[in-house]
C-alpha cells in the first residue's frame, strides 16, 4: 500500500509540474505566432487547466478503468466548487463584476443536468462522449466570439491576458510542450496504477478513488490559481478557473473517458448519489454567489457552507462504504 500511495503522490507532483509548463509553452508558442492573447487565454490556459484530470482520465479509460476516469470528473468538480472556493473565499471575499462569469455559472448547471441526462439515458456510450466534445467545440466558439465583443468592457478578460506568458522562444516553448506532454502522460500512468493498486488492497471501487484522492489531486492546480488570484484582487479569475475547469471536466474530461472506453456498466450510486451531489453543490454556487441579495460574490459565511457541503459529501461516500 505504500508503493501505492508513493505513486499516487509522485504521478500528481510531476503531473501539476508538467501540466503547468506544457500550458506555459503552448500558450507562449501561439502568443509568437500571432494568434491574439485573449483567444490563447480562453482556449489554450483554459484547456490547460484541466489537462491533468483529462490525461488521467484518458489513461484510466486507455486502461479499461472507465469508472475510475467518470469518478475523478464528478469528484473534481465536487471539490473545485467545495473545497476550493470555499478554501479561497474564506482567505478573502471575491466579488463577481464579470458578465460572462455570471453568464457561465447557468451554463454550468445546464451541462451538468445536460451529461446526467446522457448518462442515465444512454448508460454512457461512446456517442454520448462524442456528443460533450461536440459540445465543448460549441462552447469554446461561442465563448471566444462572446469574449471578443466585450474585450474592453470586462474585467475578467483583462485578468485573463494578463496572466499570459511573456517573452518566451519558440525553441524554449517547444521543448516546454514536448518534455510537458511526455511527463503528463507518464506522470497519469504513474497515478492511475497506484489509484487502481490501492482501490483493489482497500476492498473500494475505483470510483470511489477516482471520486476522492484522485479529484483531490488533481484540484491541486486549480487551488494553487484561486488563490494566487485572490491574493492578487483578481476575484474574477479565482472564480474564472474553476467554473471554466468545470465545464472542460463535464465535457471534454467525461467525454474523451467516454469515446475511448465506455463504461461496461455504471454503479446505481452514480445515479442517485453522486450525480445528484455534483448538481446539487452547482446550484448551490449559484445562489450563494447571489449573497443573500447582496452580491454577486462570495464571502466568509458562503465559504464555510460550501466547506460543510465538501465535508458532508465524503462523510456519506465513507458511510456508503461501510454500510454497502
Known amino acids: ?14 503531473l501539476i509540474w508538467s501540466a503547468d509548463k506544457l500550458t506555459e ?25 484541466s489537462a491533468p484530470e483529462m490525461v488521467v482520465s484518458a489513461v484510466a479509460a486507455i486502461g479499461g478503468s472507465s469508472n475510475l476516469a467518470i469518478g475523478n470528473a464528478i469528484g473534481s468538480n465536487i471539490t473545485n466548487i467545495a473545497l476550493v472556493l470555499g478554501v479561497t473565499a474564506l482567505i478573502t471575499p471575491l466579488l463577481i463584476h464579470s458578465d460572462i462569469l455570471k453568464r457561465e455559472i447557468p451554463i454550468l448547471i445546464f451541462l451538468n443536468i445536460f451529461a446526467s441526462f446522457l448518462i442515465w439515458y444512454h448508460g454512457f456510450t461512446r456517442a454520448d ?24 468592457q470586462d474585467l475578467l478578460l483583462t485578468e ?71 491574493i492578487k484582487k483578481e476575484h474574477d479569475m479565482a472564480i474564472g478557473n474553476i467554473i471554466g475547469s468545470n465545464i472542460f471536466n463535464i ?11 465506455p463504461p461496461t456498466s455504471i454503479p446505481a450510486e452514480v445515479f442517485y448519489f453522486h450525480l445528484p451531489a455534483m448538481l446539487i453543490i452547482t446550484i448551490a454556487l449559484f445562489f450563494l454567489s447571489l449573497d443573500f441579495g447582496k452580491g454577486p460574490r462570495l464571502a466568509k459565511s458562503q465559504a464555510i457552507i460550501l466547506l460543510s457541503g465538501f465535508v ?13
Open 1 to 14: 500500500m505504500l508503493f501505492d500511495l508513493a505513486y499516487i503522490l509522485i504521478g500528481l507532483a510531476i
Open 25 to 49: 509553452g503552448s500558450a507562449a508558442l501561439a502568443k509568437n505566432f500571432g494568434i491574439p492573447s485573449l483567444i490563447i487565454g480562453l482556449t489554450i490556459i483554459a484547456i490547460g487547466s
Open 129 to 152: 462522449g462524442w456528443i460533450l466534445v461536440l459540445t465543448l467545440g460549441i462552447y469554446l466558439t461561442w465563448l471566444v466570439i462572446t469574449s471578443l465583443k466585450k474585450r474592453k
Open 160 to 230: 485573463i491576458v494578463d496572466e499570459l506568458p511573456q517573452d518566451m522562444s519558440n525553441s524554449k516553448a517547444a521543448l516546454w510542450i514536448i518534455l510537458g506532454l511526455a511527463l503528463l502522460i507518464f506522470s497519469s500512468d504513474l497515478l492511475v496504477m497506484g489509484a487502481t493498486n490501492l482501490a483493489t488492497r482497500m476492498g473500494v471501487s475505483e470510483l470511489v478513488i477516482g471520486l476522492t484522492v484522485v479529484a483531490v489531486g488533481t484540484s491541486l492546480p486549480e487551488l494553487a490559481a484561486s488563490i494566487a488570484s485572490a
Open 251 to 261: 465535457l471534454g474530461v467525461m467525454g474523451v473517458a467516454g469515446i475511448i472506453h
Open 312 to 324: 458532508a459529501f465524503n462523510w456519506l461516500l465513507v458511510t456508503q462504504i461501510h454500510t454497502s
